[in-house]
Nanobody, 116 residues
Framework: VQLQASGGGLVHPGGSLRLSCAASGTIGSVNVMGWYRQAPGKARELVATITSGGVTTYADGAEGRFTISRYDAKNTMYLQMNSLKPEDTAVYYC???????????WGQGTLVTVSS
């Protein structure tokens, strides 16, 4: 399985971006996809997850501003980010956990910079 993240870039505060993550290979019917981010000098942190059943979870800072979704016909996951703040600046990584073996996969990351 390989994950390819895209959609990062430079955006002004208050702006929006949509990240995409395309999975190739066999991901199975039961899995969890998610987004993590790592800001300069900080630890990697969870942003949001979505199960193969469509159940979503969000970190406190993402709730209400970010929306995670997936389109299983194309094995693709999205993160719509609105009302972006400078503190959202980070490299965003997509992840996939497959079941029942709990294999974890990570994408290469896409840089989001929020700056005026």
């Amino acid at each position: 399985v390989q994950l390819q993240a895209s959609g990062g870039g430079l955006v002004h505060p208050g702006g929006s971006l949509r990240l995409s993550c395309a999975a190739s290979g066999t991901i199975g019917s039961v899995n969890v996809m998610g987004w993590y981010r790592q800001a300069p000098g900080k630890a990697r942190e969870l942003v949001a997850t979505i199960t193969s059943g469509g159940v979503t979870t969000y970190a406190d800072g993402a709730e209400g501003r970010f929306t995670i979704s997936r389109y299983d016909a194309k094995n693709t996951m999205y993160l719509q980010m609105n009302s972006l703040k400078p503190e959202d600046t980070a490299v965003y990584y997509c992840t996939l956990r497959t079941y029942p073996l709990r294999n974890d996969y990570w994408g290469q990351g896409t840089l989001v910079t929020v700056s005026s």
